[in-house]
């Protein structure tokens, strides 16, 4: 192995350690471990898996941002709506939406700036709670939907090695939470490059059943 | 963290390290990381666990043992008897029968001895071939089968690291494998304590049809 194959990989295995052995949440070693497994050339692998629909091509040259999103707005839209459900999703965990704040030049930085501001829509659109299994499961989603994305495999990895460490009566829910993130992901449209914000006043159901997100 | 806490997760991470970055098959990290995460209190809770069923409860009472299996012998049986099929799963992989080697005098050196000798039987059952995926369905299904065992659901996430960091392009057939083995193990009946000698004679498909074993 070249001098600094191996240095990446000592790299990538001590963030990784610290991922295992700090609490969860810990974004700043989730940043530093995505930017060490999806690479340059892993990145635009991922840009060229998604450009073989036509969405996800049309989304590389249009690149949509969700731009500001008004919570206290959408928590008026009706209660079974996209819109209400994320912002309602968004106030009761304590969260504000992530407008990109990297600038989005080319194909790789609309990659992470889209990916990063609709995590929690696809937390919503998949039913995926913000517990443990909840973000297995978003994880496992994305494995089966981002392929050849790296980062997620490894977040997924390390929270099932937290389990077997320190919390192993958590392996049923968090191994039934993985199945189905995967079997769904597979099943799934393409959620990459969806202009969330014009389907803010449809129903969760009907997004979910067009999207062939079905829940076992 | 007491500080023999902390001793003993550092030795389970570092042993964990050694078998993501060394070739697939290091035995010698295996049986460490067995020996260091399912520790004395584990292993009790493990027979706690594999007692509730009667079938259990009795493979501890009885403690049965494959004894010496002679390949040869079991390879003139028809064809689609477990006898036949194990062997040839043997004999085509260049395996030997683990007969086993440690005493057995208590509940945990039978299920550690149990477990070691009927692991290829496990493949054959199961359907799971001696490939990274295969391997990986079958921890899976282990996982499913043993809790709270906290060994396999350990090398089930090395396994996906070393995916994550070296071969990204098995990670489709890696998680199906790990997928198929979960759901597998949930839905069988438990293959703990069967005595497997009793049922080479027996056509494969009716072992496993009499296990709930369905291929999906």
Known sequence: MAATQQ???TAILDCFLELVTSPYGNFTAINKLAYLLNDPATLQKIVAALSLTPQGKQAFIDRPLLGQVDLQHLHQ???ETLGYLYADHMIRNGLTPL?????VNDSITYLQAHISETHDIWHVVTGADTDKS???QLEAFYV???YPDRLFLALLTKNLLKTALYEIELCEQIMDA???GWMMGRQAKPLFGIQWNQLWETPLEDVQTSLCIIKR
């Open 99 to 103: 407008s990109a704040n990297t600038q």
């Open 77 to 79: 839209l009706p209660t």
């Open 144 to 146: 089966a939907q981002l």
């Open 134 to 136: 909840g973000e297995v």
């Open 7 to 9: 240095t990446q990989e």
């Open 178 to 180: 993985l199945t189905q």
